[in-house]
């Protein structure tokens, strides 16, 4: 069974630029989480989805980041315009009928440096 | 506002030894608590998770301990080898309905063969 998808798994960009992060997650699952992963803040829920509706987006710093759910099979982070300090480890998570303590599984993330 | 802290920060153990990390939270209200493994540039695996009605769960060589009123939990790891070296982090739910988790800082284990 594959596990949760995310791509690219590496993005270097210039500052400005606009950022599309993508996650499949697991089939079944519906929870999906983002979060990032710094040296500094350690590793920080930005948003989740259930059934694909946002929830909870209080994690996210800034109006510049933006997170979709089209459809149970696929979620976008955006971040546009980037800036130096959006560089992080940006990690998917989904997990399955929460509420009954299912544990979350995660991408390999997506490791972003904005230059 | 809900703190997870974990101590030691980094960890470096000869191989065959057994040992205890450690996990503190500052709301003792939390619906459950997990323990993750993350490996460099890899995302995160779950270990166990163990439930506010519980006091520990096992798995393998892996047993975690979850004293609620104290606001701390334990991953002991029993002849520890050189494939777990990783980096350990703990989590508490204390979304309720929601699976909202709270991490803490990590310990850095290094087995050392």
């Known amino acids: 069974d594959a596990g949760v998808i995310q791509s690219p798994r590496h993005e270097v960009t210039e500052m400005g630029q606009e950022v599309t992060l993508r996650c499949k997650p697991i089939s079944g699952h519906d929870y999906l989480f983002w979060y990032r992963q710094t040296m500094m803040r350690g590793l920080e829920l930005l948003i989740y989805?259930?059934?694909?509706?946002?929830?909870?987006d209080s994690g996210m710093p800034e109006d510049r980041f933006s997170a979709k759910m089209p459809n149970a099979s696929f979620s976008t982070l955006k971040i546009q315009p980037s800036e130096p300090r959006d560089s992080a480890v940006y990690f998917c998570?989904?997990?399955?009928?929460?509420?009954?303590?299912?544990?979350?599984?995660f991408g390999d993330g997506t490791r972003l440096s904005i230059l | 506002k809900q703190e997870v802290t974990q101590i030691p920060a980094a960890l470096s153990v000869p191989e065959g030894e057994n040992l205890v990390l450690n996990c503190s939270f500052t709301?003792?209200?939390?619906?459950?608590l997990q323990w993750f493994r993350q490996d460099p540039g890899k995302g995160l695996t779950s270990l166990l998770l163990i439930q506010s009605s519980q006091r520990e769960q096992t798995s393998g060589r892996l047993n975690a301990s979850l004293d609620k009123s104290s606001g701390r939990s334990t991953l002991y790891i029993a002849a520890s080898q050189p494939g777990d070296s990783a980096t350990y982090l703990c989590?508490?739910?204390?979304?309720?309905?929601?699976?909202?988790?709270?991490f803490g800082t990590g310990t850095l284990l290094a087995v050392q063969p």
């Open positions: 709301d003792s209200a939390i619906y459950n």
């Open positions: 989805f259930n059934n694909n509706v946002p929830i909870d």
């Open positions: 998570a989904s997990s399955f009928r929460t509420g009954v303590n299912q544990p979350q599984h």
């Open positions: 989590a508490v739910n204390e979304g309720g309905a929601t699976n909202k988790l709270i």
